[in-house]
């Protein structure tokens, strides 16, 4: 069975980045300052955060 789960990057209020599943991302969540995605794995989720870090567009955690 193949994967199909998708990722994308979440920017809450705080200024954090956070990783989450595609599913469970709402386009009406009043906490959401920006996003970015969609992403195939975690971990191409996980380098592009770094990247967002980098960039001062994400505090790191």
Known sequence: MKNTQ???I???NTGK???FPSDLVRDD???V???WGTFVS?????ARRIGLIR???CQPQ
């Open 6 to 8: 998708l990722w994308y």
């Open 17 to 19: 980045c956070e990783i």
């Open 33 to 35: 300052i920006e996003k």
């Open 42 to 46: 975690q971990e191409e989720a996980i």
């Open 29 to 31: 969540d009043q906490e």
């Open 10 to 12: 979440v920017k809450r």
């Open 55 to 57: 960039a001062g567009k």
